[in-house]
Nanobody, 125 residues
């Protein structure tokens, strides 16, 4: 079970930090990712961090604005979101995978075996 938190309302250009807390150590998973789903749209991958190797992956729409990171001591994964845009408005979900990591599959939701409840992010003026 994963728990995502930190969502809220922010004006365009603002920042938010989302937190994902797995029920166990993050090292139990091969990777942890963030997805989002806006109203009327399909769920899309946002970012992913490997736990076995220091690599991160981002969707093109957030690259340079969002940063995914992991705090091993707190067993927590963060998504720092900056320069937020109205199109970033969505429910954000964190997910974890115990499956062997393959670079080409990080953005495929089927790769992830555990999901948490989402947290709403609203960007508007």
């Amino acid at each position: 079970q994963l728990q995502a938190s930190g969502g809220g309302w922010v004006q365009p250009g603002g920042s938010l930090r989302l937190t994902c807390a797995p029920s166990g150590p993050t090292s139990d998973y091969n990777s942890i990712g963030w997805f989002r789903q806006a109203p009327g749209k399909e769920r899309e991958a946002v970012a992913c961090i490997r736990t076995d190797y220091p690599r991160t992956y981002y969707a093109g729409s957030v690259k340079g604005r969002f940063t995914i990171s992991r705090d091993n001591a707190k067993n927590t994964v963060y998504l720092q979101m900056s320069t937020l845009k109205p199109e970033d408005t969505a429910i954000y979900y964190c997910a974890a995978s115990e499956v062997r990591f393959i670079t080409s599959t990080w953005s495929n939701s089927d790769y992830y075996t555990q999901w948490g409840l989402g947290t709403q992010v609203t960007v508007s003026s």
